[in-house]
Nanobody
């Protein structure tokens, strides 16, 4: 079992920054991949970024590449998503997810088996 808790969301103006955190408990954190997804009202959940268990591999959606940075501190059982140059279209509920069946990230939500409750990010224009 893995429990995930996101934090760090909020309201920010366009061009601003936020750092999301995903704290994990349960199964040994360093053995699985973690992804960030987001879901805006009326839209499907979409992949934002992912990081492998060893931090050697990261992946980003084209829409956030160059603006967002994912990182993890296995000693703190935490994954971060640093979001810079935020745009109104980044507004969504952001979820972190754990993929305990593989050490590699994946862009498909159904391939993750544990999810956090989500944190709201709102970017005003």
């Amino acid at each position: 079992q893995v429990q995930l808790t996101e934090s760090g969301g909020g309201l920010v103006q366009a061009g601003g920054s936020l750092r999301l955190s995903c704290a994990a408990s349960g199964r040994t954190f360093s053995t699985y991949a973690v992804g960030w997804f987001r879901q805006a009202p009326g839209k499907e959940r979409e992949f934002v970024s992912g990081i492998t268990w060893s931090r050697a591999g990261t992946d980003y959606a084209d829409s956030v590449k160059g603006r967002f940075t994912i990182s993890r501190e296995n000693a703190k059982n935490t994954v971060y998503l640093q979001m810079n140059s935020l745009k109104p279209e980044d507004t969504a509920v952001y979820y972190c997810a754990a993929r305990t069946t593989s050490i590699y990230t994946d862009r498909v939500p159904r391939n993750y088996n544990y999810w956090g409750q989500g944190t709201q990010v709102t970017v005003s224009s």
